[in-house]
């Protein structure tokens, strides 16, 4: 059965083992050094052979699309931990300052991507719709208890974060500037004197 680049079929753990290095090397290799490295240099990062690489991941974006995908799940998989938490405004803004954290430290490696023509914005379409579904269960829960400002809307919200981490990123700012930038987001959506509940 054929599945997705994002998509981790049932696997022996050391098949499991060898998929996470292979994610964590390339990662590490297209963020560095651009997504022209070759997979050979690729899987000598992960410690494993290039044919192992492509059982994996037969061409180099269905690579490119896992590790998106790995990073959208594990946001994901947060969002959905935080929408239980006891109280709401702080899960929404520990949400938004590790959302931030990850879109900076991972800003090179999405450059590279979109200047050769990847275009997850369409390939990942669905699971961006979904965290932007979480983020307004977040932020929702998060007014609800009287803790962020009602008049914020989910997608103002995202453009607040997102473009506060683009902003850090032009003017060649640190990931601690962009998460003071975050940090400044939030401060703004906290209403007068409130306290978490």
Known sequence: MKTEPGEIPHMRSDAMRNRERILEAAEAAFSADGVSVPIDTVAERAGVGVGTVYRHFPTKEDLFEAIVMTRLEGLLALARDEATAELPGKALFSYLQEFARQASAKHDLFDAMGAAGID??????????????????????????????????????????????????????????????????????????????
């Open 120 to 197: 997850f914005k369409t390939r990942c379409a669905e699971k961006l719709e979904e965290m932007k579904a979480r983020i307004g269960i977040l932020l929702s829960r998060a007014q609800a208890a009287g803790s962020v400002r009602q008049d914020t809307s989910v997608d103002e919200l995202i453009g607040l974060v997102v473009g506060s981490c683009h902003a850090a990123s032009l003017a060649g700012l640190d990931d601690d500037a962009c998460r003071r930038m975050v940090g400044i987001v939030c401060d703004g959506m906290r209403v007068p004197a409130a306290t978490y509940r």
